[in-house]
């Protein structure tokens, strides 16, 4: 706002649709060895002051309600060292079976190794993919070199986008947010000015945004984007 001299409305709405031009309607499926993981946001229950008011947050009918699921997939470069190539992600109500196996459907080519940690959500795609799993109460590690530290490292990141930079996530478009720091993942070597000319040659060749063309008029996006 301050930097082009406009009002924050204005910043607020062009920023949206940056995010929006980064959106893929049709990305690649990802194959080779490929990570998968899920983090919680906008989930925090503030405790009580007092401890006998305290209740146990783990419990479902003591969460919040807004509370969503994160869902992402790296596939790992094929040189060592050289971290995620390419990342997905999407958004549910939860880390489940249901939506682990669609997320997956959608976006990992058949004969994929998939790494995950212990979580159940996992356990059906033992059924279609080689599965190398890592239990973290335990290890960080496995003893094959069985890992998700490309996910963790991506989550590690998109905590500090929401805490420093964004502040808040809103559910309604919680799945641009976590695009856009899965694009920032995937261009990370390379320069300003080649994400500057991606970036705008999307937006090129975007069509009219249908959620923010009147946004501050009352075009408002109606419901949240979920796998």
């Given at each position: 706002?301050?930097?082009?001299?406009?009002?924050?409305?204005?910043?607020?709405?062009?920023?949206h649709k940056l995010r929006?031009?980064?959106m893929d309607d049709q990305p690649a499926l990802l194959d080779g060895e490929v990570e998968i993981?899920?983090?919680?946001?906008?989930?925090?229950?503030?405790?009580?002051?007092?401890?006998?008011n305290r209740v146990d947050r783990r419990k479902k009918e003591n969460q919040d309600p807004m509370k969503r699921a994160?869902?992402?997939?790296?596939?790992?470069?094929?040189?060592?060292?050289?971290?995620?190539?390419?990342t997905v992600t999407a958004v549910a109500k939860s880390e489940s079976e249901v939506s682990v196996q669609a997320f997956v459907a959608r976006h990992v080519e058949a004969g994929t190794v998939i790494s995950a940690d212990e979580?159940?959500?996992?356990?059906?795609?033992?059924?279609?993919?080689?599965?190398?799993r890592v239990n973290h109460s335990i290890e960080y590690m496995g003893k094959n070199g069985e890992n998700t530290n490309q996910a963790e490292s991506f989550f590690?990141?998109?905590?500090r986008m929401q805490v420093g930079q964004t502040h808040n996530f809103g559910n309604l478009y919680?799945?641009?947010?976590?695009?856009?720091?899965?694009?920032?993942e995937d261009t990370r070597r390379k320069s300003n000015g080649?994400?500057?000319?991606?970036v705008m040659s999307r937006c090129a060749t975007s069509h009219v945004s249908r959620d923010f063309c009147g946004y501050w008029q009352g075009n408002k996006k109606q419901g949240e984007t979920l796998i």
């Open positions: 706002s301050r930097d082009l001299n406009v009002q924050y409305k204005t910043a607020f709405v062009l920023a929006e031009s980064l993981d899920a983090a919680y946001v906008n989930g925090h229950v503030r405790p009580q002051n007092r401890i006998e994160v869902l992402v997939l790296r596939e790992r470069h094929e040189v060592e060292g050289m971290g995620g190539f390419k979580s159940n959500a996992y356990n059906a795609l033992h059924a279609n993919f080689k599965m190398e590690s990141r998109f905590r919680l799945n641009r947010y976590a695009n856009e720091a899965a694009y920032r080649q994400i500057f000319s991606d």
